[in-house]
Nanobody, 117 residues
Framework: QVQLVESGGGLVQTGGSLTLSCAAS????????MSWYRQAPGAQRELVAR???????YYADSVKERFTISRDNAKNTMYLQMNTLKPEDTAVYYC???????????WGQGTQVTVSS
């Protein structure tokens, strides 16, 4: 099992920045990829960014060149640096971990990001 705890959400003005963190514990060594998803009110959950153990990254078109995903293996923590935030980035952000031992990903509880216009 993997436990994930997100932090760093909050209220920010348009054009501002936030950094989200996702601390992982449990079966850390079985993780082969981690991702950030978000879900806005009334919208479907969408993949924002993903990073693999080989440090390959993926970004949704809507966040390219504004968001950066990274991880610190020594701290068992993944980050999402979000710059030039827009009101449409307002959502609950979730981190997930894919493992080699389980067919389903593990999810954190989510952290709210609100961008005011």
């Amino acid at each position: 099992q993997v436990q994930l705890v997100e932090s760093g959400g909050g209220l920010v003005q348009t054009g501002g920045s936030l950094t989200l963190s996702c601390a992982a514990s449990g079966s850390i060594r079985s993780i082969n990829a981690m991702s950030w998803y978000r879900q806005a009110p009334g919208a479907q959950r969408e993949l924002v960014a993903r990073i693999t153990t080989g440090d390959y990254t993926y970004y949704a078109d809507s966040v390219k060149e504004r968001f950066t995903i990274s991880r610190d293996n020594a701290k068992n923590t993944m980050y999402l640096q979000m710059n030039t935030l827009k009101p449409e980035d307002t959502a609950v952000y979730y981190c997930t971990a894919e493992t080699i031992d389980y067919s389903h990903p593990f999810w954190g509880q989510g952290t709210q990001v609100t961008v005011s216009s």
